[in-house]
């Protein structure tokens, strides 16, 4: 066994110093002549776009102040983001509208009073923005329709300083396609 031992190893060394046989040769990337005359470019022909019609009936619906999709703001307690029942219809109104118009886009944009840090604020906004776009797609909203973005306190309906301003400020406003 001891003579054998050393026999084996040094085969196994030999065998794996062997060298292997040449690959064989691979072709090479094939080159392009780009001399002028030598490309062909075939015209492609390109599909005219048309925009989808929406009815201008329900668009109007929007803008008639006897309709409640003309309201579009949604208003919050102080330090709230939890959206109020006298407001549930607005949002139901808003959610048939969006689901009977797939189409159409809306952007939520949510506010907040000037009491607060800026940062506190803006994450305040995104939280009642999101609610709203929450309530809108479990009431019958795509989400794809949806936009949620926070303004924080920089774009105030009431540029006062007392509770009755400050009221008017905490709120979110939704924006149909074409108002943003």
């Known amino acids: ?9 040094a085969a196994l060394f030999l065998a794996a110093c062997s060298s ?15 001399t002028p005359g030598a490309v062909k470019v075939e015209p492609v022909q390109v599909k005219s776009v048309t925009p989808e019609q929406i009815d201008p009936t329900s668009l109007a619906a929007l803008k008639d102040p006897k309709n409640i999709l003309s309201k579009r703001s949604v208003f919050f307690d102080y330090d709230q983001y939890s959206i109020k029942n006298e407001f549930k219809p607005l949002l139901e109104a808003h959610a048939r509208f969006l689901a009977a118009n797939p189409k159409i886009r809306m952007l939520i944009q949510g506010n907040a009073d000037e009491r607060g840090s800026r940062e506190y604020n803006v ?3 995104q939280k009642r923005a999101d609610a709203v776009k929450k309530a809108l797609v479990i009431l019958g909203a795509k989400d794809e329709q949806l936009e949620s973005v926070s303004l924080g306190e920089e774009k105030p309906r009431n540029p006062g300083h007392d509770e009755a301003a400050w009221a008017e400020n905490r709120r979110d406003d939704m924006l149909y396609t074409g108002e943003f």
């Open 123 to 125: 994450a305040l906004g």
């Open 20 to 34: 292997q046989p040449p690959a064989p040769e691979q072709a090479g990337a094939g080159v392009e002549d780009r």
């Open 1 to 9: 066994m001891r003579k054998i031992f050393p026999l084996a190893v």
